[in-house]
């Protein structure tokens, strides 16, 4: 044999030695609103080192998730912020019918760096802060539950000129970290790894739940990885980091 | 005009507004700047001009993010916002007026120090022969001669301003009147799957920009006729 066809032999044999660990590793791109970034990334993970699989995360709002993948974005799992665009991708047929499900009921948050503020009801009513922040209500659900809380406490008139407003959630975390907004309404499981502070859980009956679902998209159909990193999400291990994030978890509809 | 809700109209006057406010404020530093670009023998000169020209290459959410920080309540912001009484200059249209000039300078001082550049040593000499202070020469004769690149800054001044998107989505807020832009605007339609105003809007931005160049691209031929220093 010629030593150039010799390693091309040696190659061929360590690649089909390479095989067996990654024989059935795929890759899928998954959509995932902003709230649950933190807790995607670890999922990736544990379904990376479970499966092998390999799942890369495209974050953003959902509405701008849901209006990319109106425009054949090459999302395969669209785990979005709320019920009604995973309805209406499967509705509009770019979601397959069944794979619907709720995967988290998010949980929102008051919180604010200062430790004094104490970030309760009655902070929203003290006159001592000038921004109030909060995401986009009409691309992400956290936006709009916090309005329909500061409605349920009758402040929403009141404190509308204090408002400003993040594209979404992640941007509006980054105005109170960055110390340019006093205060904000976030994603509990954005607070998950962060202490100090003060921090006010919003009663359920101030808001209406936040439900999370997750759809399979048309273009992940034939991807194993796809179903399987949906499957993940259901099993106990995705629902435990799911839980570990703050994350209540719901029945499957 | 057309069924644009009211908010839109908002929008667009805020971001006349802006720009306009932008363009006067790099015309009044910017010409002083571009002066002594041209005419400064310093050694760091070029390492100034530098500066002045990173937005041109850096994306916006860069300048956002630094934006965020120095304008909020423990960089140098806070304490200019308390001459406004304010904790932050984020989330301000102060704040945004700040963030438009430091974004728009290269695009209103380069065209300037170009035309100071080309105009040479000579008429300025002609003038001092002459007697004319340098004060004097400058006004009668430097400015009327850089008069073209004092337009192309302005209009090109105005109009990147107006197609700002980067840095007021990081610094903005979003809020109606004071910070929601045209572009944050579109954004915003474009979200929501709102097609036909973001269609509106997104076109009547191409028109201008297309009527921009255009224009500047005729005023520089006509400017540039031969016979004209």
Same mark, same amino acid.
Request: charge should be positive; proline fraction near 6%; glycine fraction near 8%.
């Given at each position: 044999?010629?030593?150039?066809?010799?390693?091309?032999?040696?190659?061929?044999?360590?690649? &089909?030695?390479?095989?067996?660990?990654?024989?059935?590793?795929?890759?899928?791109?998954?959509?995932?609103?902003?709230?649950?970034?933190?807790?995607?990334?670890?999922?990736?993970?544990?379904?990376?080192?479970?499966?092998?699989?390999?799942?890369?995360?495209?974050?953003?709002?959902?509405?701008?998730?849901?209006?990319?993948?109106?425009?054949?974005?090459?999302?395969?799992?669209?785990?979005?912020?709320?019920?009604?665009?995973?309805?209406?991708?499967?509705? @509009?047929?770019?979601?397959?019918?069944?794979?619907?499900?709720?995967?988290?009921?998010?949980?929102?948050?008051?919180?604010?760096?200062?430790?004094?503020?104490?970030?309760?009801?009655?902070?929203?009513?003290?006159?001592?802060?000038?921004?109030?922040?909060?995401?986009?209500?009409?691309?992400?659900?956290?936006?709009?539950?916090?309005?329909?809380?500061?409605?349920?406490?009758?402040?929403?008139?009141?404190?509308?000129?204090?408002?400003?407003?993040?594209?979404?959630?992640?941007?509006?975390?980054?105005?109170?970290?960055?110390?340019?907004?006093?205060?904000?309404?976030?994603?509990?499981?954005?607070?998950?790894?962060?202490?100090?502070?003060?921090?006010?859980?919003?009663?359920?009956?101030?808001?209406?739940?936040?439900?999370?679902?997750?759809?399979?998209?048309?273009?992940?159909?034939?991807?194993?990885?796809?179903?399987?990193?949906?499957?993940?999400?259901?099993?106990? @291990?995705?629902?435990?980091? &799911?839980?570990?994030?703050?994350?209540? &978890?719901? @029945?499957?509809? | 005009?057309?069924?644009?809700?009211?908010?839109?109209?908002?929008?667009?006057?805020?971001?006349?507004?802006?720009?306009?406010?932008?363009?006067?404020?790099?015309?009044?530093?910017?010409?002083?700047?571009?002066?002594?670009?041209?005419?400064?023998?310093?050694?760091?000169?070029?390492?100034?001009?530098?500066?002045?020209?990173?937005?041109?290459?850096?994306?916006?959410?860069?300048?956002?993010?630094?934006?965020?920080?120095?304008?909020?309540?423990?960089?140098?912001?806070?304490?200019?916002?308390?001459?406004?009484?304010?904790?932050?200059? +984020?989330?301000?249209?102060?704040?945004? =007026? /700040?963030?438009?000039?430091?974004?728009?300078?290269?695009? =209103?001082?380069?065209?300037?120090?170009?035309?100071?550049?080309?105009?040479?040593?000579?008429?300025?000499?002609?003038?001092?022969?002459?007697?004319?202070?340098?004060?004097?020469?400058?006004?009668?004769? +430097?400015?009327?001669?850089?008069?073209?690149?004092?337009?192309?800054?302005?209009?090109?001044?105005?109009?990147?301003? =107006?197609?700002?998107?980067? /840095?007021?989505?990081?610094?903005?807020?979003?809020?109606?009147?004071?910070?929601?832009?045209?572009?944050?605007?579109?954004?915003?339609?474009?979200?929501?799957?709102?097609?036909?105003?973001?269609? /509106?809007?997104?076109?009547?931005?191409?028109?201008?920009?297309?009527?921009?160049?255009?224009?500047?691209?005729?005023?520089?031929?006509?400017?540039?006729?031969?016979?004209?220093?």
């Amino acid at each position: 044999m010629k030593p150039k066809n010799l390693l091309l032999a040696w190659l061929g044999l360590f690649l &089909v030695a390479a095989i067996p660990a990654q024989v059935l590793a795929a890759q899928t791109n998954v959509a995932v609103a902003a709230n649950f970034t933190e807790a995607a990334k670890e999922i990736a993970g544990a379904f990376k080192a479970k499966t092998g699989h390999e799942a890369s995360l495209s974050f953003g709002s959902s509405g701008q998730l849901y209006t990319q993948i109106t425009q054949e974005a090459p999302f395969e799992v669209f785990l979005s912020a709320d019920e009604a665009r995973p309805k209406k991708a499967i509705e @509009d047929g770019y979601a397959l019918p069944d794979s619907r499900f709720t995967y988290a009921i998010g949980k929102l948050v008051l919180w604010s760096k200062n430790p004094a503020l104490s970030a309760g009801p009655e902070a929203l009513k003290a006159p001592s802060f000038e921004k109030l922040a909060y995401c986009n209500p009409l691309g992400a659900p956290y936006g709009a539950a916090a309005i329909e809380t500061l409605k349920s406490l009758k402040l929403y008139e009141k404190l509308q000129p204090k408002l400003v407003q993040g594209e979404n959630i992640s941007q509006a975390f980054q105005f109170v970290d960055s110390g340019n907004a006093e205060m904000g309404f976030v994603a509990l499981s954005q607070l998950a790894k962060v202490s100090g502070g003060s921090r006010w859980v919003v009663p359920q009956d101030l808001y209406t739940p936040i439900r999370q679902d997750a759809v399979l998209l048309k273009k992940g159909a034939a991807n194993q990885a796809a179903v399987a990193f949906l499957a993940f999400l259901k099993s106990p @291990d995705g629902v435990a980091i &799911v839980k570990k994030y703050g994350y209540g &978890v719901g @029945d499957k509809n | 005009m057309t069924s644009l809700p009211p908010e839109t109209w908002t929008a667009i006057s805020l971001t006349i507004e802006l720009a306009a406010l932008t363009t006067l404020i790099l015309l009044v530093v910017g010409t002083p700047l571009a002066w002594w670009l041209a005419r400064s023998r310093a050694w760091w000169k070029e390492a100034a001009a530098t500066v002045i020209a990173l937005p041109l290459v850096l994306p916006p959410t860069v300048l956002g993010f630094y934006l965020l920080v120095a304008l909020g309540p423990d960089g140098p912001g806070g304490w200019i916002a308390r001459a406004w009484n304010l904790r932050t200059l +984020a989330f301000t249209f102060q704040g945004l =007026v /700040i963030g438009s000039v430091v974004y728009s300078t290269p695009f =209103v001082v380069q065209p300037i120090r170009n035309a100071f550049e080309a105009m040479g040593d000579r008429p300025l000499e002609a003038a001092a022969t002459l007697r004319a202070s340098p004060w004097r020469a400058f006004w009668t004769v +430097a400015v009327p001669l850089a008069l073209p690149g004092f337009l192309t800054g302005a209009v090109l001044g105005f109009a990147h301003t =107006v197609g700002e998107f980067g /840095i007021v989505l990081m610094i903005g807020g979003n809020i109606p009147g004071k910070t929601k832009v045209l572009s944050v605007a579109v954004y915003d339609y474009v979200e929501t799957m709102q097609w036909r105003e973001a269609n /509106i809007l997104a076109g009547a931005m191409a028109a201008f920009a297309f009527l921009v160049i255009l224009t500047m691209t005729l005023l520089e031929k006509r400017f540039s006729r031969p016979g004209r220093a």
